[in-house]
Each structure stands twice: as C-alpha cells, then as structure tokens.
C-alpha cells in the first residue's frame, strides 16, 4: 500500500520551481502528485511498481583493446649448400605443412652425405641382428685379423678411426657405437662384414633396405661414406634421421657425448653441437674441400609447453665449424620467432558504462594478459559485456578474450568507481524506461 510518507519521499525528491515562479506552479504540482498517488496508489501501486521495476540496461561505450600481432620471424638459412628442416609438434603455430619442408634453400638435388653413411649402416646391421633396446649388448662380435687390418687401410686415407688391438671382441653395441660417435671408418666397414659377410654383401642390404623405406634418392656403395657416390638429398637425409630416432639403440648412442669401450677405449662424438638448443643427434659427414655436413635432430623448447621435434640437415657446408653455425643459427631463430605479446594490463581503461539516469563509471581490465604467439600471428579479441546487478565498484561485467593460433586468453573486465541508483523520483518519471 502507497503510504503518506510515500507522498512526502516524493514532495521532497520532486524539482523545485526557482522562488520567483509562484505558488501556481507549486499548486499545479503538488495537485498532480496528489492526483498520482491516489490514482495510481493502493495495494501494489504505482510508487511500489516503479521502485522495484527492472532498471534499463547501462550504455556501454567500450573500446576493444588493440591487440597487435609480433614481428614476422626470420628463419637463418645459408646462401649456399643445401639445408632442410622439419618440425613436428608445433603443427597449430607453424601450420600443417611444417612436419614437411617448413624451412629450406639450395634445392633438393643429391649431394655427397660422406659418413652420415654409417647412420644407414648402423640401421641395416640392427634389421638383420636387432637389440632389445639401448641396454642390451647383443651378440659378441670377434674381429679377424682382416678386420684389424683395416686401421692401416683407412689411416692411408686420412680417414677417422679407432684402435682396434689383434683378438678384440666386443659386443655389437659397442662395436656400433664405435662406428658411430668418432665416425671409425674401420668399425664401419667390420660391422657389416660382421653382419652380412663381406662389404659388397651389405651394400646389397641396404640398397634393398632403402628402397623398402622409401628413400629411393639415396644410394650406398659401401659402409663409410668415404666414397662420393654416396649421396642422398635432404629430404631422403630428414626421413632417415626420423627413422633413425624412432630406433632406441641408435637415437641413443648418437645423442652420447662419449663412450669407453674395450680396444679403442675412450672416444668422443663428432656432433659438437650436442646439448645446445636441444640438440641430441644424429650424424656428421665430411669429405673436406666444402663437403662437411651434419643430421640432426633437436627437442626444442619454445615456451608453449611441449617442445618442438625437429629433424633436419646440412649439406655442402664450408668448414666443420660453418656448419655447426649455420645450423645453431637456424635453431635459434626458430626459436626467437615465438614470444610474448603483451595485450594489457590490469587498470587499463577500455571504455565507459553511463545510465539513461545520468550515473556512470569507467570499464577496465581486471588483470594483466599475455600470449605467446609465433611470428606475426593476427590476434583476435572479442569483447563480451553483461548488465550490472549491483552497480558497485569492481564488479565484474564483462570479458576480453584474445586469441592467437592455438592460444587463449582472458581478462575481465570490471567497473571502476560507483554507479548511483537512480532516484525514486527518476523512476516515477520515466515508467517508460522501466521493465
């Protein structure tokens, strides 16, 4: 029920006429409120209807933040040479081809790989004699006198080798792992006589073995890659590097900075890159007079939680060295083309909240936002803002959302300083505007 005090809220929250006006108009009003509450008072009237009617929605005048992608990346490829890289795991960053050629220059042509050779040699061996894993030790292989032999033979061609003392045995993942991490000529050529009974025998497996592999522009003539007809083109070189990590034994002897075995005793792999930026194989290969070159593979941390498997090759470099460089140079920029993209900071003003009744207050960031993008990736930001239910001083009523490649983020978004209710004086007159 409308109340006289209801009557006098109103007398006092009506405008005053300035004094020089005169009584009419004070009569004419106070006649109209009278008019009003008795009208329209009684049970549930007018004056409880417009005091508990649903306000009209705020205004808001919103600014969506600006959210500007980062620098395109860089990718450091040589001038000359041939280099490939491919990335596995970063498919929603880099996009679906980047297991393919994400980076490459100098073409696909074939080239001579001198001894990532042995990486095929290694894996020829363990199809026909397979290990149980990294651990296992596998058959003993005894070396004849030819194969001792064969330290003077490679020593003539300059060619890296490794002690092997008359009656050696040693079993065949050391023997393997000899050949591998210093790149001994002389282990190379032993394992696969080991294995398939004379040199020729072996260039026959694995000229068979490449093809069942599908590394049809690759090709063997024999276990060392010291003759140049050993050749294969980088994307043959990144396929085999991936079948070569998907093999337990070899991924893990190629990834081992140094060895001690029986007869050679304590030898040190050739990939002085192991370690650095993730680096954790495959095989180096030179021929000298600009022939050098290095497989690899790196598990490579960007900052978006899993890290980046990249398989990749460098043929043709000038020196050892250049070709470290060139391929740490690689990695690093793949690496500095992802950062962080600040996109606001808690406090910033993104716009205003007014209402038909005159009140109003600032919209701002509730908190600090970030993403980690690659590259020049577009950010997308959507603003979503709801009415107030208390009209206070950090409510929330609304959320910014950006979006970059695979990666989202949020803020919400809320009011700072008050908003006033409207007066009952406003709402009984304005009913049009009430819900």
Do not use: C
Request: charged share 15%.
């Amino acid at each position: 029920m409308s109340t006289l005090a209801d009557f006098h809220s109103l007398l006092d929250e009506a405008p005053r006429e300035p004094q020089g006006n005169g009584r009419a108009g004070r009569i004419a009003l106070i006649v109209f409120l009278v008019f009003t509450f008795l009208v329209l008072g009684g049970a549930g009237g007018y004056v409880w209807w417009a005091s508990a009617a649903a306000l009209p929605a705020p205004t808001v005048t919103s600014q969506t933040p600006i959210a500007s992608a980062g620098p395109a990346a860089s990718l450091a490829l040589p001038a000359d040479g041939e280099m490939l890289m491919s990335v596995e795991g970063g498919e929603d960053y880099l996009g679906p081809d980047a297991a393919g050629a994400f980076a490459s220059s100098g073409g696909d042509d074939a080239r001579p790989i001198a001894s990532i050779a042995k990486l095929v040699t290694a894996l020829v061996v363990l199809d026909a004699h397979p290990l149980d894993g990294p651990g296992d030790p596998g058959p003993t292989i005894a070396f004849t006198e030819a194969d001792t032999d064969l330290y003077d033979q490679f020593y003539v061609q300059d060619a890296v080798i490794a002690s092997m003392p008359d009656g050696l045995t040693m079993s065949l993942h050391d023997s393997l792992a000899t050949m591998l991490v210093p790149s001994a000529a002389n282990y190379a050529v032993a394992n696969a006589r080991w294995a398939f009974g004379s040199e020729g025998a072996y260039v026959q497996a694995a000229r068979s073995w490449l093809s069942a592999n599908g590394l049809n522009d690759t090709r063997i003539v024999d276990a060392t890659g010291i003759d140049e007809r050993n050749t294969s083109t980088p994307s043959d070189l990144v396929a085999l590097g991936r079948i070569a990590a998907a093999n337990p034994v070899v991924a893990a002897i190629v990834q081992t900075p140094w060895i001690t075995v029986r007869g050679p005793g304590t030898v040190t792999n050739t990939n002085d890159l192991l370690g650095t930026l993730g680096i954790t194989g495959m095989k180096t290969g030179n021929l000298g007079d600009g022939t050098f070159n290095l497989l690899f593979t790196s598990t490579l941390d960007v900052g978006i939680g899993a890290p980046l498997d990249i398989t990749g090759v460098r043929l043709s470099g000038a020196t050892h060295d250049s070709t470290d460089e060139d391929v740490a140079r690689l990695l690093q920029s793949l690496r500095d083309g992802f950062h962080d993209i600040t996109l606001g900071a808690a406090g910033d003003d993104i716009g205003t909240i007014s209402t038909p009744w005159g009140s109003g207050a600032s919209l701002v960031l509730a908190k600090n936002a970030a993403l980690r993008t690659w590259s020049d990736t577009p950010i997308a930001v959507n603003l979503d803002t709801s009415t107030p239910q208390e009209y206070a001083d950090g409510e929330v009523v609304g959320t910014v959302t950006w979006t970059a490649g695979p990666q989202t983020t949020a803020s919400e978004v809320k009011i700072k300083g008050a908003i006033e209710e409207p007066t009952l004086w406003w709402r009984l007159t304005h009913p049009n505007e009430l819900g």
